[in-house]
DNA sequence: GTCTATATACGGATAGAC
DNA sequence: GTCTATCCGTATATAGAC
């Protein structure tokens, strides 16, 4: 019924999400989403004209999945403060995965961003963070923190970017949770004025 | 006379890890290295059996690099709060290719994680890091503060990389230099005691 | 040691039957 | 809408002349 109807559509999708997570889109294959379906490889043709176009499709589900995390932190507290916090421990809501795989958009951000071709796509992909940043940044204005609320969202991505991003090649769950209670720590101090 | 001798083997090191760098190791083909060098493909395989052999000496030449930098550190001051500051620095020091490709190991070690055939590969580039951390952890030992240096040592690492990513997505100098800044004052702080 | 020619596999993409 | 067969380019890797 939505604008993006068609059950396989959204299968070959979901399937592309996973993989590009997992493998990294360049080291996708048409035929590796087709062993995940059991859809044919011919068939996609029928849903996207290119590769670069179920890309932007699987950038598109994950905003959406952002947007809803985020909506989810609002939902259970109108404290800023305690939203922040909140974001802050996401990571740790699918530890093993960030654990294993990285950061589902700093790493495949940093993976199309080598591609010169894909700038495009690049643009998309930045689109996530923003939408990151722009909720952090406006949490920090409702604690009355305009000047520097900017600055601050950014620093807290940087922060949480940088953790995941060892945690990962580390395979260290450990440092993951006691970094992200420093962060948390840090975000109770600069709101504590 | 090395142990690596030839100076067409150097080459087409060198070749690789500058496209490594800026496209990838999977988006860097033989024919790229071929073009940059003059060497013919099929001339690679007399000094390496593999793709993955080039990458291991790839390796290893950034972490002599690294080495190096390390060193200059360790010469240019003898205190290991300077010392730290310097490190710090680095990123700063190649700034235009940490905006335009990212951290030339936090890429390459996201890329290659991805890839489940390369472990071998990937614990070669956690030894990089290994190299960073022991470093940055010694010079906290040397200012007396054994019982957090290795905890300090790996948020250091994680807070340059966090900001590193995040000024390569976005493509952003000023904030890899406010950043640095901001890191620079946090070990002032903690090393002031 | 250096280079050309080629083997072999797999990538994305297309054509067209059903 | 669904599926098979296939084109075409490019990838790594090999064989073998020079």
Redesign the interface.
């Known amino acids: 019924m939505g604008t993006k109807g068609s059950a396989n559509r959204q299968r070959i999708v979901d399937a592309a999400d996973r993989l590009f997570y997992?493998?990294?889109y360049?080291?996708t294959s048409f035929s590796d989403i087709s062993d995940e379906t059991g859809i044919p490889r011919g068939n996609f043709y029928y849903y996207f004209k290119t590769k670069e176009e179920i890309l932007e499709a699987v950038v598109e589900s994950r905003v959406s999945i952002f947007r809803n995390m985020l909506e989810q932190c609002e939902q259970k507290t109108s404290e800023p403060r305690e939203r922040l916090l909140l974001f802050t421990a996401l990571p740790l809501s699918n530890e093993e995965q960030v654990i294993q795989?990285?950061c589902p958009i700093?790493?495949l951000?940093?993976?199309l961003?080598?591609?010169q071709e894909h700038e495009l796509s690049r643009a998309k992909?930045?689109v996530v963070?923003d939408v990151l940043i722009d909720w952090c940044e406006k949490q920090f204005c409702l604690l009355g923190m305009e000047s520097r609320a900017k600055?601050y969202a950014?620093?807290l991505?940087?922060?949480?970017?940088?953790?995941v991003?060892?945690a990962?090649?580390?395979n260290d769950s450990q440092?993951l949770e006691?970094?992200t209670d420093?962060v948390k720590n840090w975000i109770r101090q600069i709101t504590s004025n």
């Open positions: 997992s493998r990294g360049n080291q795989y990285g700093g790493t951000s940093s993976e961003a080598k591609d992909l930045t963070f600055k950014m620093d991505i940087a922060r949480l970017q940088g953790i991003q060892v990962y090649i580390y440092f006691q970094s420093d």
